[in-house]
């Protein structure tokens, strides 16, 4: 069996098939297991490695009483945010302007920081809080 990272952030989203092909072309997500619901509609888990590390995406499931979980609603202030390191602080500007484009909403346009790293915030179409940090002068 493959080892699991430590900690992974698990993402309830509608549709989770929708969220997955998102983060597949604005992160660069690569599917390592996919688990479909027994409808055929929804998306029971996903782990998806975005950047190096795991991120878990399902559907949302009321009817099973599974987590007492729900999708971000529009307006609502993140409770948590993803935060993705890259190696160099122009692939900040890359993925920032790639996830726009694709309907992420900018919360901190790309800037260079005072604690030395190039840093931007978006929100996924399907209401998730990213931080984007990549090291300056790269």
């Known amino acids: 069996m493959a080892e699991r990272p430590r900690v992974a952030p698990y993402l309830t989203a509608t549709p989770a098939a929708a ?7 604005a992160f ?6 996919l688990m479909p619901s027994l409808d055929g509609l929804r998306i029971a888990h996903c782990e998806l490695e975005i ?6 995406v399902a559907d949302i499931f009321p009817e099973l009483g ?11 202030a993140a409770p948590a945010s993803v935060s993705l390191e890259f190696d160099k602080g122009s692939e900040v500007d890359e993925v920032f302007a790639r996830a726009t484009s694709l309907g992420a909403k900018a919360e901190a ?30």
């Open 66 to 76: 599974l987590g007492n979980t729900r999708p971000p609603l529009p307006g609502d």
């Open 28 to 33: 660069g997500a690569r599917q390592k297991a």
């Open 19 to 25: 969220a997955i092909a998102f983060y597949t072309a």
């Open 109 to 138: 346009q790309p800037t260079h920081t005072f604690w030395g790293t190039r840093f931007a915030i978006l929100r996924d179409p399907f209401g998730h809080r990213w931080l984007l940090n990549g090291p300056l002068g790269s």
């Open 51 to 56: 950047n190096g590390g795991s991120v878990m």
